[in-house]
């Protein structure tokens, strides 16, 4: 491994994820998912988020949402070695990636379910007719190499951007897709259809923090228009004032409260430009090690 040049940026990466209350009356499994990875030599970092869909014919979804996050991961580590420039030929290399997110989440599915074939109970859902329904879920990603930030999203939850003052927004385009009752989907016939990506320049743009979170964390808030700017505004606070240390301990509480109210799993996944933010201590990641291939 190659030391990194002092003026490179180090991202840091923290998650939590919490099991809404919902999901605990009913006994069901936790069926959002995390995984992030850093490489703090290179100045390379990786985020992904999922929401498994709560539906009775998405029974598999906890599979489908923990398969997502570790496809996301591997294939947008494959293109941030190409990275150079926040141009239009990274947003094409991250339309690759999210083709090629689908591709390997399908196979890993189908592994899946050639180990752990379907029911007799699980066929009077159709699961055989539609085999890739019972593992539905979304998948969000955000990714840094250097200067260079990209997002991909399909289906619900929240990318959010915020600069060094503080201000969020969102680097991603809406989804028209998307009506408050149902999500576009790693399972649906065209996924691609509702793939959205976004490239950033984080010198340009300052940008000192990233948040990932699945839809349970915003449908819990009062203010359901407004609150990822607070939010983003409070995480970077927090972050300066107190530290990535206090920031990761408090992380479950801050997810359990609306996981608890709204009943919904919650998710977050933070990524941190330390020189940006101010922050000194880029060894409190929370990387977990993702096997290559």
């Not at 069926?31 to 992030?36: E, G, K, R, S, Y």
């Not at 996301?72 to 947003?91: G, M």
């Not at 066929?123 to 539905?136: C, F, I, M, Q």
């Not at 503080?166 to 989907?185: F, I, K, N, Q, V």
Request: charged content about 25%; proline content about 6%.
């Amino acid at each position: 491994m190659t030391d990194r040049p002092d003026a490179d940026p180090v991202w840091t990466t923290l998650s939590g994820t919490t099991i809404g209350s919902v999901h605990v009356r009913d006994e069901l499994p936790i069926q959002d998912a995390v995984l992030t990875w850093s490489d703090q030599a290179l100045g390379h970092a990786v985020i992904a988020v999922a929401d498994g869909h709560g539906h009775k014919y998405h029974f598999r979804s906890d599979t489908g949402a923990a398969l997502a996050v570790v496809s996301a991961v591997e294939e947008l580590r494959r293109i941030l070695p190409d990275l150079t420039a926040p141009d239009e030929t990274a947003r094409d290399r991250v339309a690759r990636a999210g083709a090629a997110i689908v591709e390997t989440w399908t196979a890993k599915v189908r592994h899946h379910l050639e180990a752990n074939p379907y029911s007799p109970a699980e066929d009077e859902l159709g699961a055989s007719a539609d085999p890739l329904r019972a593992y539905g879920s979304t998948i969000l990603g955000a990714a840094a190499a250097g200067d260079v930030m990209v997002f991909l999203q399909i289906g619900d939850g929240d990318s959010v951007l915020v600069d060094s003052d503080g201000t969020a927004s969102r680097p991603l385009p809406e989804d028209p897709y998307l009506d408050g009752l149902h999500t576009s989907s790693l399972c649906q016939p065209r996924p691609l259809d509702a793939l959205r990506v976004g490239v950033v320049d984080a010198a340009a743009d300052r940008a000192a923090l990233v948040f990932l979170c699945t839809d349970g964390f915003g449908r819990s808030r009062v203010d359901s228009h407004g609150w990822w700017r607070q939010t983003g505004e409070q995480l970077l606070e927090f972050a300066r004032a107190r530290g990535l240390g206090w920031v990761r301990e408090q992380l479950p509480e801050w997810l359990a409260e609306p996981a608890l109210i709204g009943g919904d799993d919650t998710t977050m996944a933070l990524l941190v430009r330390n020189d940006v933010a101010g922050i000194d201590r880029p060894d409190l990641a929370d990387t977990v090690p993702v096997p290559e291939g």
